[in-house]
């Protein structure tokens, strides 16, 4: 399983963007990039996955170059909502079944 | 039901009793995870299956600790002589396919005094 580095914290404003970028050096070439999102007192919630270059969905960007090595999840404009920690994790595709990973995240808070 | 759902929702027990907690995942769903959450912290992968064959137990802290999802649906976690050192969040986790999102639940809140 690959491992994967994210900073522990980070702050932002409301209105911004932010970027958190995740360090996969280890990505093997079946694994997938999944970023979860988790409020407080709730459990994870999937925000967005990738394999190569840009996915765009209603909530978030996701950003990998074609080394994969780091991935980077854009949230645009944020809101005090957002404030959550922030997972990244990878791991194999679809076809496969193997245990999922969580890290210990970035906690996100965004200020007014 | 619509989501995951983990019952209950708040466990209190005492050091040395079994505890066993369930997890009811969204129909259909092929993989069913468990995890256990400290304040704080990231969740700590304990065990998985696939349909009601239990694929991966590597996360189980000790053999006190056993899951059980025998018609590939309803799973248990059960904890038996439970320590302090237990408490924590348990929480379960569905997915539709292999590696697809996770779907998770409330969690149950174990706390043994």
């Known amino acids: 399983l690959a491992k994967t580095t994210q900073p522990i914290s980070m702050d932002s404003y409301e209105g911004q963007e932010v970027n958190i970028t995740c360090s996969h050096n280890n990505i093997a070439t079946n694994d997938y990039i999944t970023w979860y999102q988790q409020f407080p007192s709730q459990g994870p919630r999937f925000i967005i996955q990738?394999?190569?270059t840009k996915v765009t969905n209603e909530v978030a960007s996701l950003f990998i170059p074609a080394d994969r090595k780091s991935s980077t999840l854009s949230l645009p404009r944020v809101s005090l909502s957002d404030t959550a920690v922030y997972y990244c994790?990878?791991?194999?595709?679809?076809?496969?079944?193997?245990?999922?990973?969580f890290g210990s995240g970035t906690r996100l808070s965004i200020r007014p | 039901g619509a989501g995951v759902s983990q019952s209950p929702r708040y466990k209190v027990t005492k050091r040395g009793q079994d505890v066993a907690l369930r997890c009811d995942p969204i129909?259909?769903?092929?993989?069913l995870y468990w995890y256990r959450q400290a304040l704080g912290q990231g969740p700590e992968f304990l065990t998985y299956f696939n349909y009601e064959a239990q694929q991966d137990k590597s996360g189980l802290p000790n053999d006190r600790f056993s899951a059980e999802r025998p018609e590939g649906s309803i799973s248990t976690l059960t904890i038996q002589r439970t320590e302090q050192r237990d408490s924590a969040m348990y929480r379960c986790a569905s997915s539709p396919e292999f590696n697809e999102k996770l779907f998770f639940g409330s969690g149950t809140q174990l706390s043994v005094l």
């Open positions: 129909s259909g769903h092929v993989s």
């Open positions: 990738g394999y190569k």
């Open positions: 994790l990878v791991g194999e595709g679809y076809s496969s079944a193997s245990k999922i990973i």
